[in-house]
């Protein structure tokens, strides 16, 4: 007599990309919104349009939700700034580029930035978020030295304080995210040109 065949047993479908993608998008607005302390698994599934407990299917809880969030922001801005850093232009041309791709990734994950800003300070005490310190050292570490680079081969003036430039530039780049939308009168690379004919007049050496 031939043998009955056991019925398979498979494993759930791994999420559809494309709507994993959506929640996490979703889950990014609301978290820059109203905060990660104030914003539930219900309120991300509400404006989702889907139940609690689907949501669960997707991500095991929300921190896992805002970790992938900002890995996905800190991998790209990571990937543009290494690219930038290592194609051996001088001081000017490299701020000019860091600005430049600092102002995409605004374009590309405003709602991440705006967390990421807001939340950091918070977040990076947790085991969880510690590798939020580590990209805020390499963060600092490659704009100053590419401000001390440009003090020692005279692109930029002698006189000027580094570190509060460097500051000055760091929050007035990212604060962006605050009002920036994607699809606006400007493009990315236009805000930076602007951004960057402003700044660079006041620490360009003068001919």
């Known amino acids: 007599m031939p043998t009955k065949k056991k019925p398979q047993v498979t494993a759930d479908p791994p999420a559809a990309p494309d709507r994993r993608s959506e929640l996490l998008g979703t889950a990014a607005e609301v978290f820059a919104e109203q905060g990660y302390n104030a914003t539930t698994v219900r309120k991300i599934a509400d404006h989702a349009g889907m139940l609690a407990g689907s ?15 900002l890995r996905t922001f800190l991998d790209e801005l990571w990937d543009g700034y290494d690219a930038v850093l290592g194609a051996g232009l001088g001081p000017r041309k490299t701020l000019e580029a860091l600005v430049t791709e600092s ?7 405003r709602a991440a930035v705006a967390i990421y800003q807001k939340e950091s300070k918070q977040l990076v005490s947790q085991e969880r978020f510690a590798f939020l310190a580590e990209s805020q050292r390499r963060f600092e570490k490659a704009w100053l030295s ?3 680079r440009g003090v020692a ?16 530039v760091r929050d007035t780049v990212w604060v962006a995210a605050s009002w920036y939308r994607p699809g606006g009168q400007h493009s990315p690379d236009e805000i930076a040109r602007q951004y960057l004919s402003m700044v660079l007049d006041g620490i360009a050496v003068r001919e």
């Open 103 to 109: 102002f995409r990734e605004i374009d590309r994950h």
């Open 146 to 148: 590419t401000l001390e």
């Open 153 to 168: 081969e005279r692109a930029f003036r002698a006189d000027l304080d580094v570190r509060l430039t460097y500051r000055f």
């Open 55 to 69: 949501l669960y299917y997707h991500f095991d809880s929300k921190e896992s939700m805002l970790e992938e969030i």
